[in-house]
């Protein structure tokens, strides 16, 4: 293993453009449109480029920097942040893979040289095993390629990517396998449902995608793994990014709202002239709502770093970052919850922003890993697998 290229130049999304950012996502909400802007602007930043190395013209960002960007732009726009780090997940994914001595993924890193914006097309509907299984089918060409088809569950990106991730298995050799590669836009076969209208997070236009035997040449398959659970540099630099770039999504929605509680109860005063702010139960609301979200974000930061630095943690990787997502997840609702207490009754119209963050704070149960699943791996690690039934 490579520890991580120290060239990375500083970047960070500019103070004006986070505010057209925040300015925008109110209208995106009701009108549950994607954040088509919001992707111009910051693709002409240089923000599909973060994570790519800066002898490959990008800023050489690796997990815990995206990190941190990924923050700033949830605290002004969730759904935003949400969306466009998947496409920040498959860079630092590749990052992951360079820094363990392979190089498979190096299209995806030429791919976001090139400001082209890559999605997943991992989920299905019904499948709990996520990366471990499939039920979309990759049926092999005489040339090393696949055909796949099957349906795809909340692909955020929808109307806008340019590169699509793919999964599914092959089962015409003697033991199934899962094949992984990258659709282009141009190359057809790819229907998305218009059927994204959801409680939050509405700007993701996360749509249904049917594959309808859409072929993927042999350069473009990266991996053929065995179905199940194992510890592939592909698995673990998808998993590592994921969870911990989805987590920072909340860790920032959480920040937002500490700052909006804060603020309203300063700005308001009892009857007898006494500033909101100076009673001493909403004190310490903020004060633990404060210390709940910086538990979670140092939780973040510092697996973020382990990841950069390719730190050996060996089997306490997995259970470390689902426990990490699973808990940010839950805390940033607890805090969001509790900063509308606080603030109270005007924090429940619809319009305001700390309303549309209680609802898009809500979607990060449904992202793996769940925390019935975080559990389950937790558990395993330190009591060992269930025992067989019977």
Request: aromatic share 6%; net charge negative; with cysteine.
């Amino acid at each position: 293993m490579t520890k991580a290229n120290t060239g990375a130049s500083a970047w960070a999304v500019p103070e004006d453009l986070l505010a057209r950012i925040a300015a925008r996502a109110p209208r995106y909400d009701a009108e549950n449109a994607f954040c088509a802007e919001d992707l111009d602007e910051l693709r002409a930043a240089g923000y599909l480029r973060i994570g790519v190395p800066v002898e490959q013209g990008g800023s050489g960002l690796g997990l815990a920097a995206t990190s941190a960007v990924q923050r700033s732009i949830a605290q002004a726009a969730p759904a935003t942040a949400l969306a466009l780090g998947m496409h920040q997940v498959w860079v630092q994914a590749a990052r992951a893979v360079t820094r363990r001595g392979e190089s498979f993924l190096q299209a995806v890193t030429d791919h976001a040289a090139d400001d082209h914006l890559l999605a997943f097309g991992v989920s299905e509907p019904g499948n709990d095993a996520v990366l471990f299984d499939s039920s979309t089918t990759a049926e092999p060409d005489r040339d090393g390629g696949y055909r796949f088809t099957g349906t795809k569950v909340f692909t955020s990106l929808a109307p806008a990517w340019d590169v699509l991730s793919v999964f599914g298995k092959d089962d015409t050799g003697p033991e199934p396998r899962l094949v992984h590669g990258f659709v282009l836009r141009s190359d057809g076969d790819v229907e998305h449902l218009d059927d994204w209208d959801t409680l939050g997070m509405r700007a993701t236009q996360s749509r249904t995608t049917t594959l309808r035997g859409v072929h993927v040449p042999a350069d473009r398959i990266v991996r053929s793994l065995p179905v199940g659970p194992n510890q592939d540099p592909l698995v673990f630099g998808v998993f590592a990014a994921f969870e911990l770039l989805i987590a920072s999504v909340y860790v920032g929605i959480a920040e937002r709202a500490v700052t909006l509680a804060a603020a309203a109860v300063a700005d308001r005063v009892s009857l007898d002239g006494t500033p909101r702010s100076q009673d001493p139960d909403v004190r310490r609301a903020i004060a633990d709502i404060r210390g709940a979200v910086d538990a979670v974000e140092l939780q973040v930061s510092s697996l973020a770093r382990s990841v950069d630095e390719a730190d050996d943690l060996g089997s306490r990787w997995f259970p470390l970052l689902v426990g990490t997502k699973a808990r940010t997840v839950d805390t940033a609702q607890h805090v969001v919850d509790e900063a509308m207490r606080v603030v109270g009754g005007g924090a429940y119209r619809a319009s305001g922003e700390l309303a549309r963050l209680s609802r898009d704070v809500r979607a990060g149960q449904y992202h793996p890993s769940s925390r019935d699943s975080a559990a389950r791996t937790i558990a395993a690690s330190v009591l060992g697998p269930l025992a067989p039934l019977g």
